[in-house]
């Protein structure tokens, strides 16, 4: 079983720059895909960013792609979100999420754990 608890969510102008922790237990973190998602009010749930356990491997959502970066830690066991040029259509909740199959996944309905989520709100 794995925990993940996010932070670093808040309120910032556009424009600005946010960085969203994720800190895991659990032994085998460094094993695990990471994934962020992020959740708009009224709207389905949406990849963000992936990085694989070794970090060599990352995607990205078209929509951030140039401004956002992920990024990870094995030994603090953290992922990172770093969030840049943030715009009002950022505004979501956003969750990270771990893998332990192995594989890549982009789909949020093939992760296997989740954090409670924490809140960004871009104002214009």
């Known amino acids: 079983q794995v925990q993940l608890v996010e932070s670093g969510g808040g309120l910032v102008q556009a424009g600005g720059s946010l960085r969203l922790s994720c800190a895991a237990s659990?032994?085998?973190?460094?094993?695990?895909?990471m994934g962020w998602f992020r959740q708009a009010p009224g709207k389905e749930r949406e990849f963000v960013a992936a990085?694989?356990?070794?970090?060599?491997?990352?995607n990205y959502a078209d929509s951030v792609k140039g401004r956002f970066t992920i990024s990870r830690d094995n030994a603090k066991s953290t992922v990172y979100l770093q969030m840049n040029s943030l715009k009002p259509e950022d505004t979501a909740v956003y969750y990270c999420a771990a893998d332990k199959s192995g594989g890549f996944p982009l789909r949020a309905v093939l992760y296997d754990y989740w954090g409670q989520g924490t809140q960004v709100t871009v104002s214009s």
């Open positions: 659990g032994r085998t973190f460094s094993i695990y895909t």
């Open positions: 990085i694989s356990w070794s970090g060599s491997r990352m």
